[in-house]
């Protein structure tokens, strides 16, 4: 696939990396030509730099790899507001939380992945890699393959997202539509405020094993 990122931080690094390496062409581009440069130059593997209305432009997929307080100068930069992202697969990774405390900065009920999909009218935004650090995607592979929860409308978008998932090292489960980005985005504040309080997140979560549902209680756990 030809994959676009909009940013050029540690996990637009990892996961240029990893696409790269799956055999995927990728275009990396950012606030700043310079750093988008050295970035494609350190990444290798025929990974080139543009600017970020080339970046968005004929991909298959889109990750919008920056932070949340920068997400509108950056969809402004692509032209997304004028269509450049409509029909694509856009990847939203960011965390709009107060730092160390874990707490969401978006109103009520909003979530950031609404607030994008509003900024780039007809993209097809999915909710997906902001639970893990960039590290997760440029560590060797675990023998079990870490879960990927996302989010989003349309399935052949998922459908996407779910490849670029494999294709570095995690299993991909779809939680619902973009109605539940708001849950996940809370997931997310929840663990980073458990990691900033000294206390590793994944002690706070039940081992609960998979099953399906009872006969006849859709969207009910079995374990309930």
Do not use: Y
Request: proline content about 8%.
């Amino acid at each position: 696939m030809q994959i676009g990122i909009l940013g050029t931080g540690t996990l637009a690094a990892a996961l240029g990396e990893g696409w790269a390496c799956a055999g995927h062409e990728v275009v990396v581009g950012g606030r700043s030509q310079v750093r988008a440069g050295e970035l494609a130059g350190r990444l290798g593997r025929g990974v080139r730099a543009g600017a970020p209305r080339e970046v968005v432009t004929g991909r298959d997929a889109v990750l919008l790899a920056v932070s949340w307080n920068g997400v509108e100068d950056m969809l402004r930069a692509a032209g997304a507001s004028r269509g450049s992202l409509a029909g694509t697969p856009l990847i939203d990774p960011t965390n709009a939380v107060d730092h160390g405390v874990g707490v969401l900065l978006t109103g009520h009920g909003d979530s950031m992945a609404k607030r994008i999909a509003v900024l780039a009218p007809g993209a097809h935004v999915v909710k997906a890699f902001h639970l893990f650090p960039a590290g997760q995607w440029s560590a060797p592979p675990d023998e079990a393959p870490v879960t990927v929860a996302m989010c989003g409308d349309d399935p052949a978008a998922l459908g996407v997202v779910s490849e670029l998932v494999r294709d570095v090292g995690g299993a991909p489960v779809v939680l619902g539509p973009l109605d539940r980005a708001r849950q996940l985005e809370e997931v997310a504040g929840f663990a980073i405020g458990l990691a900033f309080a000294g206390t590793d997140p994944s002690s706070a979560i039940p081992r609960v094993p998979s099953s399906p549902a009872p006969p006849n209680t859709p969207g009910v756990p079995a374990w309930r």
